[in-house]
């Protein structure tokens, strides 16, 4: 059995609809592997893993940001798929995306650790627990693609990693990273269009409202 997809690509500024027959007993990053191999060794795609880690293959299946490699095409039950780039993104070439001002945002967040106290720092499992599933954010970007605010703040994925640092007990650096948002959270319209996306489900949305209300008791001096 065979699905088309409507591929969505760019070249130099202009755009186009491309169709492909594929297999459908595949994923989609595999069926854009098998098109690339077999088709048209033009069509631009990024991957890597292949395991739903690296988070390089997000693009959007039918409208919706997903990681190709972990879609398979039987369950997305459509004879015909549209994939495009990520929205919110500048295009570089089909479904490639360019990330250099996600991670600029990502940087305003100041996503590592701040120390001020020097010695051995020690930590319990139960403190671990605090923030260790923020820790599994694979900045795919699907959260600031679905976002329909996200080209006027800093989008989801800055803030869940801000958070994640804000709730680790070695860290000593969360006046000054509320201090570094205090300008760019309140712009979320809480759609929650970014928590139904993630891949992780870290549930971004609640993230944000979690964050902005650290920032207004910081702001109020609380």
């Known amino acids: ?6 591929i969505k690509r760019f070249d130099g500024g202009s755009s186009y609809w491309d169709e492909f027959k594929v297999p459908i007993n595949m994923t989609v990053l595999e069926a854009l592997f098998y ?6 060794s033009t069509l631009a795609f990024r ?15 039918n409208k919706k940001p997903m990681l190709a490699c972990e879609t398979q095409i039987s369950k997305l039950e459509k004879e015909t798929i549209e994939l495009e780039p990520l929205k919110n993104f500048n295009v570089i070439k089909d479904l490639v995306t360019d990330f250099e001002g996600f991670f600029k945002k990502q940087k305003l967040a100041k996503p590592y650790l701040i120390r001020k106290s020097k010695g051995e720092i020690q930590q319990t499992p139960k403190q671990l627990e605090e923030y260790y599933k923020y820790t599994l954010c694979i900045k ?5 693609s679905a976002c329909p605010v996200a080209k006027r703040c800093l989008g989801p994925a800055p803030v869940v990693a801000a958070h994640r640092f804000n709730r680790d007990s070695r860290d000593e650096g969360k006046e000054e990273r509320l201090k570094a948002l205090s300008d760019h959270i309140w712009h979320c319209h809480f759609v ?13 949305a609640e993230v944000v409202q979690k964050v902005r209300l650290e920032v ?3 702001n109020l001096g609380w």
Do not use: Q, T, W, Y
Request: proline share 4%; glycine share 6%.
């Open 1 to 6: 059995m065979e699905v088309i997809f409507r």
């Open 216 to 218: 207004l008791k910081f």
């Open 192 to 204: 929650s269009d970014c928590s139904e996306v993630c891949p992780k489900n870290l549930h971004p």
């Open 35 to 40: 098109i690339k191999e077999n088709i048209d």
């Open 140 to 144: 795919c970007g699907a959260c600031v």
């Open 47 to 61: 991957a890597f893993c292949r395991m739903g880690i690296c988070g390089s293959c997000a693009i959007r299946i």
